[in-house]
C-alpha cells in the first residue's frame, strides 16, 4: 500500500501541482479496494487501526469478476440517477447509481456512443469550462492517480468534453453534481470499463414528466 498523499487541496488547481494523485491513506485505499466508504469502513470497525500490521478489519465481500456477456447499450437515466447496461437480448448486465450533470452544467440528451476508454487518466481543465470554484484563465493538467477528479478510468462518449469516469469521493455519487458528465464510483467505473469497447450506443433518458 501506499505511498499516500500528506494532504489532498482542495482546489482543482493547486491540484495541478502534484507529481500523482495518490490515496492519502491506507484507510481510503482499503475503502475503495472493497467497494465501500470511508465512513462505512469506519463505522464497521469501531477503534480499529488501518495502518497497523497484523489489525484484523470487517469489509465488504465485493466480487470482481468481469462479466463474460457481451454489452449491446447503455441507459443514463436522468430522473433515476441510474447507469444501465443491457446486453442484446435485453437483459441487464449492470446497473449503477451515477451522478449525471447539473443545473449549471446539463448532461447531454439524445443518443451518443462510446469513442474511447483511458485508465489512470490525466485530466486537462479548459479555461472555457468555466467551472464553479475554479480561480484561473489559464488551462492545468492533473496528473493520474485514484484522487484524480475523474477517478482511475475516463470512458470518452461522442460528444467533445463529455465522459463516463469514476470519481475519488464515492459518498456523492447518485446525490451531489456534476460538471456535465456522467459521474460513478471508481469501482463501477472499472468494472463497466472492462465491459466495453468502441462504438457502443449510449441512450440518455430525461426525468419522466407528468401531464397532470
Given at each position: 500500500?501506499?505511498?499516500?498523499?500528506?494532504?489532498?487541496?482542495?482546489?482543482?488547481?493547486?491540484?495541478?501541482?502534484?507529481?500523482?494523485?495518490?490515496?492519502?491513506?491506507?484507510?481510503?485505499?482499503?475503502?475503495?479496494?472493497?467497494?465501500?466508504?470511508?465512513?462505512?469502513?469506519?463505522?464497521?470497525?469501531?477503534?480499529?487501526?488501518?495502518?497497523?500490521?497484523?489489525?484484523?478489519?470487517?469489509?465488504?465481500?465485493?466480487?470482481?469478476?468481469?462479466?463474460?456477456?457481451?454489452?449491446?447499450?447503455?441507459?443514463?437515466?436522468?430522473?433515476?440517477?441510474?447507469?444501465?447496461?443491457?446486453?442484446?437480448?435485453?437483459?441487464?448486465?449492470?446497473?449503477?447509481?451515477?451522478?449525471?450533470?447539473?443545473?449549471?452544467?446539463?448532461?447531454?440528451?439524445?443518443?451518443?456512443?462510446?469513442?474511447?476508454?483511458?485508465?489512470?487518466?490525466?485530466?486537462?481543465?479548459?479555461?472555457?469550462?468555466?467551472?464553479?470554484?475554479?480561480?484561473?484563465n489559464r488551462p492545468f493538467t492533473?496528473?493520474?492517480?485514484?484522487?484524480?477528479?475523474?477517478?482511475?478510468?475516463?470512458?470518452?462518449?461522442?460528444?467533445?468534453?463529455?465522459?463516463?469516469?469514476?470519481?475519488?469521493?464515492?459518498?456523492?455519487?447518485?446525490?451531489?453534481?456534476?460538471?456535465?458528465?456522467?459521474r460513478l464510483t471508481n469501482w463501477?467505473?472499472?468494472?463497466?470499463?472492462?465491459?466495453?469497447?468502441?462504438?457502443?450506443?449510449?441512450?440518455?433518458?430525461?426525468?419522466?414528466?407528468?401531464?397532470?
Open positions: 500500500m501506499g505511498p499516500f498523499l500528506e494532504k489532498l487541496p482542495s482546489k482543482m488547481e493547486e491540484m495541478s501541482n502534484l507529481q500523482h494523485l495518490s490515496y492519502t491513506s491506507p484507510r481510503q485505499e482499503i475503502a475503495e479496494r472493497f467497494h465501500m466508504s470511508q465512513g462505512l469502513l469506519t463505522a464497521l470497525n469501531p477503534g480499529k487501526s488501518f495502518a497497523r500490521t497484523g489489525e484484523t478489519i470487517l469489509v465488504a465481500n465485493v466480487d470482481n469478476d468481469p462479466l463474460d456477456q457481451k454489452v449491446a447499450r447503455i441507459e443514463v437515466d436522468k430522473g433515476k440517477r441510474e447507469l444501465r447496461v443491457y446486453a442484446g437480448d435485453d437483459s441487464l448486465l449492470f446497473a449503477a447509481p451515477a451522478t449525471i450533470g447539473s443545473s449549471e452544467k446539463p448532461a447531454p440528451g439524445g443518443n451518443l456512443r462510446v469513442t474511447s476508454v483511458t485508465h489512470n487518466p490525466t485530466y486537462r481543465y479548459n479555461p472555457a469550462y468555466h467551472f464553479k470554484g475554479v480561480h484561473t492533473i496528473r493520474p492517480g485514484p484522487n484524480n477528479p475523474v477517478g482511475v478510468v475516463w470512458i470518452g462518449l461522442s460528444l467533445n468534453g463529455y465522459g463516463i469516469h469514476g470519481t475519488p469521493d464515492p459518498s456523492k455519487v447518485g446525490k451531489d453534481a456534476s460538471h456535465g458528465c456522467i463501477d467505473a472499472l468494472k463497466l470499463a472492462a465491459m466495453l469497447k468502441r462504438g457502443i450506443p449510449v441512450a440518455f433518458l430525461e426525468p419522466y414528466k407528468s401531464l397532470r
